[in-house]
């Protein structure tokens, strides 16, 4: 069952004095990694709370792994615009179409956004439209 409020089932498992420093660390991450990313002042308060200033590093070091410890927000908004696929026919077990297609699609017909995409949506001078280059 997915947990709603993640924060609330949380809290109770930092603030018991039961629990050594080391498996509130471990609570913390999975927080983290199951929200992909928190607020730099949600992670502090988190860290006071605890009393575990002296080992925040463990947390912290994640970001050289490539672990989204402090989510920005660009991070969060950015999203490629879905195409409208409802008149496709579908099969019964592959009903999903992942993002890549949307993506090569706007490649092959040169609808890329340059901003996005700088490397990608410039199209050679030899281009004559008639397909992917």
């Not at 471990?26 to 983290?32: F, K, T």
């Not at 988190?46 to 200033?53: A, P």
């Not at 040169?110 to 439209?129: E, F, H, R, V």
Request: proline content about 6%; overall charge neutral; charged content about 25%.
């Amino acid at each position: 069952q997915k947990v709603k409020d993640s924060m609330r089932v949380l809290l109770p498992v930092l603030l018991n004095k039961n629990y050594d420093s080391y498996d509130k660390i471990r609570a913390i991450l999975l927080y983290i990694f199951s929200t992909n990313g928190t607020t730099q002042e949600n992670l502090d308060k988190l860290i006071q709370n605890v009393h575990i200033e002296s080992e925040s590093d463990m947390i912290k070091n994640w970001k050289y792994l490539d672990v989204p410890i402090i989510s920005s927000p660009a991070a969060q908004q950015w999203k490629y615009p879905r195409r409208d696929r409802s008149s496709e026919e579908t099969f019964q077990l592959s009903r999903w179409t992942p993002v890549i297609k949307d993506v090569m699609e706007d490649a092959i017909e040169n609808k890329l956004d340059s901003k996005d995409w700088p490397y990608a949506s410039q199209c050679p001078p030899t281009w004559n439209g008639s397909g992917a280059v």
